[in-house]
């Protein structure tokens, strides 16, 4: 009877946590928590740059493929698509910025091959803006560099890639104005760098290039 008595006793105290023991439990839950909600902050920011990265590789190939298929917008067909790009932190009305790049067209026939800026809003008849696509998250256009990244465009300079039907190769617009001709220079391929808006070691960037053959990479 007595040690009956005494194992329910034991077993009664065996199903319970000592204080020690619950303070360990929610020492090794406090930190597993504190690893992820960090790690989930830099889990985000690395899945919104590479959302950027892909918009502006899908954007730059949505160009080309439009050039090479004549595709018509708006009713209307044109003979050239391109994307416009700067780094410039200073955002103007319909033009890129390090915060925005659009897509434009160039109409048949023309020989000058650059988005020109026009009137109105994005997407009407009184420009050739097609598309304008705003960065709305921290992200943003860090360097735009051309020939094997051996010129660096300056903040206030601008680049067109520009697709023509039937040639999936591409064009390279650098100005280093907006109301600008395009340059002499012979540019043969372009990086867009993107960077997630951090400094230092919390910075994370990826590069978007495009070579005159026509081909789109990511790094």
Do not use: W
């Amino acid at each position: 009877m007595l040690k009956s008595y005494l194992k329910r006793n034991n077993l009664k105290k065996n199903l319970g946590l000592t204080l020690v023991e619950l303070l360990v439990v929610i020492s090794i839950f406090l930190v597993i928590s504190s690893v992820a909600i960090f790690n989930y902050g830099g889990f985000r920011s690395s899945v919104s740059l590479q959302n950027l990265t892909d918009d502006i590789a899908l954007s730059i190939r949505k160009a080309q493929s439009f050039a090479i298929g004549a595709r018509a917008v708006g009713g209307d067909f044109y003979g050239s698509y391109g994307i416009h790009f700067s780094s410039n932190p200073t955002a103007q009305s319909l033009t890129a910025s390090n915060k925005s790049f659009l897509m434009f067209s160039v109409p048949f026939g023309s020989s000058d091959k650059r988005y020109v800026v026009g009137t109105g809003s994005c997407g009407d008849s009184t420009n050739k803006c097609i598309e304008l696509f705003s960065i709305t998250t921290a992200d943003m256009i860090k360097t735009i560099t051309i020939n094997d990244n051996s010129q660096t465009l300056g903040s206030g300079e601008y680049l067109d890639v520009v697709f023509t039907r039937p040639d999936p190769r591409a064009y390279f617009c650098y100005r280093t104005s907006i109301g600008g001709g395009c340059s002499s220079t012979i540019i043969s391929n372009a990086s867009i760098t993107v960077s997630n808006g951090l400094v230092g070691q919390a910075e994370r960037t990826k590069i978007i290039s495009v070579q005159n053959t026509g081909q789109i990479s990511i790094q």
